[in-house]
């Protein structure tokens, strides 16, 4: 950094970074990114979660920086309101300058914690529309976001989705996800995956990336599937994540004669060997903010299929650095991914402008160095209402 705040220049500036858990998901990800991108000669990283659990942990323990947990079962009892003293005390008793909370309930408990503490800077984020949110979990994200100095979003879509929802446009920052390429490049064959799944060594091989919820529109992908099938039947469909809906799918994938073609793997941690193993990366969500299935399929050199909804847009050329297709359309979704299959020059052209998009447009140094930006320029000018509020 070239220069921090005349008033700070004494110290790093103390930052505490707080997510739910720090199991494998989009926005659990970027915040570890950030934690291990943030420039310790200016800032002095502090993590926070609910929950002490999750694949990534070992990546912030590997950073030896302070963790505090504050484990809370709802958001409604008395003892969620003891464990929100405890953050206020924490934050008072190591001076933390920034707070900055990531998704529903960490922002729900944490800013209201943060205002009491009186901290300087107050910075949330969302990475969703709230599609999957009640009409009173909007609500109350939107009064509490009132508290902060401003909102952090990774996409232009929920930008223009809060905004709607009655958000303040000046609070809204816009700060895409970033991507280190390199970790998503493997070897073909190297890893002994298809021999591990039963996948023919010439088989094209479909992979969807996903949490498996009903907003990921996975029950789409599967009627494809089916349609794809019939004209190419040594293709092979490969379902990797888990969740709820697991069991309702894999039903659908019976029902539609797709036993033998489709794999449901389950929950997986070695995402750029099944890359490597693709010949295309197909997200159906019904709803998305700015996905990292996306920018790691293109990263990987997996030419992409996305629906047109949310961020998806904001990533993808249609038709350029890869295919947009309508949601619940399980029909153009097959047509696009046979074209794509039977074309290899269509199909390499995608993968090479894919790859080139994502290193001009979503790199995580460019990412981390707009959170730093962003840290600097809240705490040079704190909403005076939350420094009225300090305690002393």
């Known amino acids: 950094m070239n220069s921090t705040p005349e008033q700070y220049q004494s110290g790093r500036i103390r930052v505490l970074i707080m997510l739910t858990s720090f199991q494998i998901g989009g926005t659990e990800r970027q915040v570890v990114n950030v934690a291990l991108g943030l420039d310790r000669g200016t800032f002095d990283l502090h993590i926070a979660s609910i929950h002490r659990y999750g694949a990534l942990m070992k990546e912030i323990e590997s950073l030896d920086v302070p963790h505090a947990s504050f484990p809370i079962r709802s958001l409604y009892r008395f003892g969620t309101f003891m464990q929100a003293l405890r953050l206020a005390r924490y934050i008072r008793k190591h001076r ?16 209201p914690a943060a205002k009491l503490a009186g ?4 910075i949330a ?12 979990q909007r609500w109350f994200q939107r009064q509490v976001c009132r508290l902060a100095d401003c909102i952090m979003v990774n996409a232009d879509a929920i930008r223009d989705t ?3 929802q009655g958000y303040r446009a000046e609070s809204l920052k816009v700060i895409r996800n970033g991507i280190v390429p390199s970790r998503f490049r493997s070897s073909p064959g190297a890893s002994g995956i298809r021999q591990e799944l039963g996948v023919p060594a010439d088989a094209p091989v479909v992979l969807v990336l996903s949490r498996l919820n009903p907003m990921k529109g996975v029950e789409y992908f599967l009627d494809a599937a089916a349609m794809v099938a019939r004209d190419l039947p040594n293709a092979r469909f490969l379902i990797v994540g888990d969740g709820l809906n697991k069991f309702p799918l894999e039903e659908r994938a019976a029902a539609l004669g797709l036993t033998n ?21 197909v997200l159906p969500s019904l709803s998305e903010g700015l996905s990292n299935t996306l920018l790691e399929s293109m990263a990987a050199g997996v030419p992409v299929i996305a629906t047109q909804v949310g961020g998806n847009p904001e990533i993808v050329e249609d038709g350029v650095s890869g295919v947009l297709v309508p949601p619940r359309d399980a029909s153009a979704l097959a047509a696009a991914m046979t074209r794509l299959l039977v074309n290899p020059v269509l199909a390499s052209a995608v993968r090479e402008a894919a790859q080139r998009r994502i290193a001009e447009l979503f790199s995580m140094q460019t990412s981390i160095r707009q959170v730093e930006r962003l840290y600097l320029k809240t705490i040079e000018a704190p909403n005076p209402y939350l420094a009225e509020a300090a305690i002393p």
Not at 96 to 111: D, E, K, P, R, S
Not at 119 to 122: D, E, G, Q, Y
Not at 266 to 271: E, S, Y
């Open 96 to 111: 933390i300058q920034v707070v900055h909370t990531y998704g529903l309930y960490t922002n729900l408990f944490a800013i």
């Open 119 to 122: 901290v300087p800077a107050i």
């Open 125 to 136: 984020s969302i990475r969703d529309r709230g599609d999957i949110l009640t009409r009173s």
């Open 162 to 164: 809060l905004i709607r």
């Open 261 to 281: 073609r489709v794999i449901f793997t389950g929950f997986r941690t070695d995402v750029p060997q099944l890359l490597s193993e693709a010949s295309l990366s």
